[in-house]
């Protein structure tokens, strides 16, 4: 206590009277010290002096001073001494960065807002004259905040976390874009842990960054407001530098749970703020062809390109038609895929040919699909079907098979323009009708009926689970029904063997 109580005298001394200079050196040497009492307290004493020193202008200078100690600009002989104050504040920022490591969680986020402080102080109140009157955004500290934030050895997800607040002001996402996409281009480490540590930490900062929709959006200033001329005010250049950051982010070896992460909010959160969102058609075509989960999230962002952007990609479809695996059904990412497989089904200008191997090729995996699925596959089926009339042939198919040994449909092929789905019938919707569960029997009764004017609503059940079903068959009241006339009195009737049953089996005599 006696310490921490010193320390804070230290503190007022220095700021009370010049010739204590020296206490501030003394209390920046606490910064390093092993009690984490120390070292929050002197975080908090040093935020007060350089705050003081700062906002009172008591550091700025009228020149520069050279590496040998030689003066410019003829400085005031007071200015000796406001060097001196500087390169103590900047040797504050090295042990504040270097404090962002520590095994404390609680002197990481002081100091990283102790930092971001500072750089408040410091973007209104610059260290020298000819920064003052203009918008000049001082980039050391962020740059030494962003060192730590995107280590290569240690998680920083949550410091991150704490730092989102810091992104919501203008300049400073600008900057950390700039920044960072430096970071990601001198990125050299080959160890496979060391990259996979910083592609994280990146994504996690990347994750929290809200980008403005417009030129007037771009009004929130952690320093001085701009003039309408900077480039820090034109959104035209924030588009260009998170273009440039995301870029330079995809042409990392990302772990294939930062590849999913990025994947799901693509199409969201990254393409409508690019200056040319076909500049991602090379990663997204790339991950389309890779196969598995990558393949159904990177479905999203390809089919914008295919829609909104005028890429002409001939394969989607065929590429589509072959992710329709047994496994999809077992997939985390189900729920996603189909109600986007639903959505590039929808467009009634989708050849008949086309929509006719997709319904067939559903049909057939659903002989093996858990009931889950069916109850939502089944009215799937049947919407596809009310789309496209000509296809409805599949179910009113009178000399079509009946089963899969007589079935002209081949389930290998991977061209739905080859796999004869028109020849076929969907017989296997028919089998499901003697399904083990009421629901899929109920539902599987849909084929054969006229269909209704309004599709059946799948949205509601893309996501149901083997333990919802369980529970809903729980809740339902049964009715009682009855299994013996007479009451029975146990559990054999004695009367029936002469009153004694246990003599027919046993000899006890």
Not at 85 to 96: A, F, G, S
Not at 271 to 299: E, K
Not at 444 to 462: M, S
Not at 483 to 507: H, I, M, Q, V
Request: glycine share 4%.
């Amino acid at each position: 206590m006696e310490k921490v109580t010193g320390i804070r005298e230290k503190g007022e001394q220095f700021l009370n009277d010049r010739k204590q200079a020296n206490n501030l050196v003394e209390i920046l040497e606490l910064l390093q010290s092993d009690e984490n009492k120390v070292v929050v307290t002197s975080m908090k004493v040093v935020l007060k002096i350089f705050s003081h020193l700062l906002s009172s202008d008591k550091m700025l200078t009228t020149g520069t001073k050279h590496k040998n100690g030689t003066e410019t600009d003829n400085p005031e002989a007071e200015d000796q001494y406001k060097y001196w104050l500087q390169e103590r504040y900047h040797d504050c920022i090295k042990c504040l960065s270097r404090l962002l490591e520590s095994e404390s969680l609680h002197i990481q986020k002081l100091a990283l807002t102790t930092l971001m402080k500072l750089l408040q102080l410091e973007c209104r109140n610059p260290l020298r004259k000819k920064d003052k009157d203009s918008y000049n955004f001082q980039p050391m500290i962020l740059q030494n905040v962003l060192n730590k934030l995107v280590s290569k050895t240690s998680n920083m997800s949550v410091v991150i976390g704490r730092f989102q607040e810091y992104l919501e002001y203008d300049d400073v996402r600008y900057e950390v874009l700039i920044q960072l996409a430096n970071q990601m281009g001198s990125q050299r480490s080959r160890e496979q842990v060391a990259v996979a540590t910083f592609c994280n930490n990146c994504m996690s900062i990347l994750e929290l960054i809200t980008m403005p929709t417009s030129e007037d959006d771009i009004d929130n200033f952690l320093g001085q407001s701009p003039s309408s001329q900077d480039k820090v005010k034109s959104f035209k250049e924030h588009k260009r530098v998170f273009t440039n950051t995301w870029l330079q982010f995809l042409r990392l070896p990302l772990s294939t749970g930062v590849y999913k992460r990025v994947l799901i909010m693509l199409h969201e959160s990254v393409m409508p703020h690019m200056t040319n969102p076909l500049l991602l058609t090379d990663f997204l075509t790339a991950s389309y062809n890779i196969g598995g989960a990558i393949s159904l999230l990177a479905l999203h962002g390809l089919f914008l390109l295919i829609s909104q952007y005028n890429l002409e990609y001939p394969e989607f479809y065929k590429k589509l038609y072959g992710l329709l695996e047994p496994s999809t059904f077992h997939a985390k990412y189900r729920a996603r895929f189909f109600h986007l497989t639903d959505l590039f089904l929808s467009s009634t200008h989708i050849p008949a040919y086309l929509v006719a191997a997709f319904a067939k090729r559903l049909s057939r995996l659903a002989l093996t699909a858990p009931p889950p699925a069916l109850e939502m596959l089944i009215p799937f089926i049947c919407n596809l079907l009310m789309r496209h009339p000509t296809c409805q042939i599949l179910v009113h198919n009178v000399d079509g098979p009946n089963d899969v040994s007589s079935d002209p449909y081949v389930m290998s092929e991977p061209d739905p323009a080859k796999c004869h789905a028109m020849e076929s019938s969907l017989w296997e919707l028919e089998s499901l009708k003697s399904h083990y569960h009421p629901g899929v029997a109920t539902a599987a009764g849909l084929i054969g009926r006229p269909f209704p004017k309004v599709e059946f609503d799948v949205a509601e059940k893309l996501e149901l689970t083997t333990e919802e079903l369980i529970t809903k068959e729980v809740k339902k009241k049964q009715k009682t029904v009855a299994l013996e006339y007479n009451t029975p009195k146990g559990l054999f009737d004695a009367s029936k063997y002469g009153g004694n049953f246990r003599d027919l089996y046993w000899n006890t005599s």
